[in-house]
């Protein structure tokens, strides 16, 4: 009897430190929230599903078009895939302290941050790597940087710091920041990188138009803009024939439309259901540049037209989403951040997507969360946790200046 009585006591001791140990551990997760789950709106929280299942999915997608040259290039199948699920994982990191911090911070940041892009970016034209014509890399050591894929959550922020309050803002504030998007847009065109470029300018002429900027202004800028590009394009010989090669690839199959044609063949192989998992054909280095900037070739060709409609579908939730989440900011600031972020992620994806399908140039832009490169994955899922950010404060519980009622929600 007395036996049974002590093993029911070591039982019952162990479960209330099992228990112990399972309130620590969700005191724990509630600490590093910065707001109780419970309390999340449902916009933040689908939010972090879709970033969840966008970077497993990248993951699968990117195991599938990188194995074999992986393994033809490296010896090792899982090379890039194991370098990219490293990344990921950093990325992440960002993503949480991106949550975490308040948005007034990252806007008083975005000033400098911005500045120290145009530097580097500035830096790739002096001292940068040169690929296909273009200088776009910094090498430190074994890592490389890319700047103008770094720069971009800064260019969202400060979007919203000009154009929120641009009717109050003196001359003088307007001049300096407007030419420190131009300076930044010219040297990025300097590298040469156009699509970067465009997707920026599209980007801060989105929010110029969210935030209330008379119409004729915003023609003009679009004018504008539109002639840069096509200066770009003639200045630039690598540029101009791609556009020539865009016109009509077939022209010159194995040479200039080579990637274009290699890319609409991946693409119409797969047909209404695709060839399968694993399974496309394109990617035995048929297809140049298969696991960055034309890995939507080899996902249509694996998952064929369903496939490619159910990522469409995918990017319009996203696109819903944050337009939810602006629509609900308490700040016309927050509310134009979320308005940039969203154009960003859904208007990069779009672009990469025609591209791969012949609908525009070709240009070097990753599919963001998908495409191989770790600049890239940092700077989608930072914006991603901005986006967040700003449906987390639409709350009213968070983000005020005062913080004891932040404390107390944390600890509860």
Request: glycine residues 10%; contains cysteine.
């Amino acid at each position: 009897m007395s036996k049974r009585l002590g093993q029911a006591t070591a039982l019952h001791r162990a479960s209330r430190r099992r228990g112990k140990q399972e309130t620590q551990k969700s005191t724990l997760i509630q600490r590093l929230l910065p707001l109780p789950w419970q309390l999340w709106p449902a916009e933040a929280r689908l939010l972090m599903g879709l970033a969840g299942f966008w970077s497993v999915a990248g993951l699968v997608v990117l195991a599938s078009a990188s194995w074999w040259v992986a393994l033809r290039e490296m010896g090792d199948g899982g090379f890039y895939l194991k370098r990219q699920a490293i990344w990921l994982l950093a990325s992440w990191s960002l993503l949480g302290i991106t949550i975490s911090t308040n948005l007034r911070r990252w806007l008083r940041w975005s000033g400098p941050g911005l500045w120290m892009g145009c530097l580097l970016i500035a830096a790739t034209l002096v001292m940068g790597t040169t690929v296909n014509g273009a200088s776009r890399w910094l090498v430190l050591g074994p890592l490389q940087m890319q700047p103008s894929e770094l720069v971009k959550p800064f260019v969202v922020l400060q979007a919203a710091n000009l154009f929120a309050p641009w009717s109050r803002m003196s001359l003088d504030q307007k001049l300096l920041w407007l030419g420190s998007f131009g300076g930044l847009l010219l040297l990025i065109l300097k590298q040469p990188n156009l699509s970067t470029a465009a997707l920026m300018g599209l980007t801060l002429w989105m929010v110029a138009l969210a935030a209330g900027l008379r119409w004729r202004s915003l023609l003009g800028t679009a004018l504008a803009g539109s002639l840069l590009g096509t200066a770009s394009i003639l200045i630039n010989e690598y540029q101009r024939i791609r556009v020539v090669s865009f016109l009509n690839p077939w022209n010159d199959p194995m040479g200039d439309g080579y990637q274009l044609v290699q890319s609409l063949l991946a693409i119409g192989s797969g047909g209404w259901m695709g060839q399968g998992y694993g399974l496309s054909t394109q990617k035995l280095q048929y297809l140049p540049i298969q696991s960055t900037d034309f890995i939507y070739a080899v996902f249509a060709e694996e998952f064929g037209f369903v496939g490619s409609v159910l990522l469409l579908l995918f990017l319009m939730m996203v696109a819903w989403v944050g337009l939810r989440v602006a629509l609900r900011c308490r700040s016309n600031q927050a509310r134009l951040v979320a308005i940039g972020c969203t154009t960003i992620l859904v208007g990069q994806s779009i672009l990469n997507i025609a591209v791969a399908s012949g609908a525009m140039p070709t240009t070097g832009l990753p599919l963001p969360l998908i495409s191989y490169g770790g600049n890239s994955l940092m700077s989608s899922l930072v914006i991603l946790g901005l986006l967040i950010r700003c449906s987390l404060e639409s709350t009213g519980l968070i983000g005020r200046r005062s913080n004891g009622r932040q404390r107390s929600l944390r600890q509860r």
